[in-house]
């Protein structure tokens, strides 16, 4: 992800990291990726936890509205914060490349029982 401008052009690796790494083990480091940055007391994705932990991403000079943003694009509830289902359908929508190949990580993830 480079920023330029304002716009933000997308390197979309998730694809490749499923196939490396399986789908259960992807869904995983997903759930690793969500315990990153969500706010520890409420098990949630919160503004404020998303502004403390944005430096791991690399955005830290994002603007509070542009995080704003991006919690109501996850939150699908309109809770003002993101579950770890959310982000992982969030994750899902912003790669082209995991929605096609959604279905089959569905049915890959209920064969395993996860």
Do not use: W
Not at 4 to 16: R, T, W
Not at 78 to 106: T, W, Y
Request: charged content about 20%; some cysteine.
């Amino acid at each position: 992800m480079a920023l330029i401008g304002h716009a933000v052009e997308f390197q979309d690796y998730l694809p490749s990291m499923m196939q490396t790494l399986g789908t259960e083990a992807f869904m995983l480091e997903l759930c690793s990726g969500f315990r990153l940055l969500m706010d520890v007391d409420k098990g949630l994705i919160t503004f404020e936890s998303l502004k403390r932990n944005i430096m791991l991403l690399g955005m830290q000079d994002m603007r509070d509205d542009d995080l704003v943003c991006m919690l109501m694009e996850g939150d699908l509830d309109g809770d003002g914060a993101i579950n770890q289902m959310e982000f992982c359908i969030l994750m899902f929508r912003l790669s082209p490349g995991l929605m096609n190949g959604s279905k089959q990580c569905v049915e890959e993830l209920y064969a395993n029982g996860m």
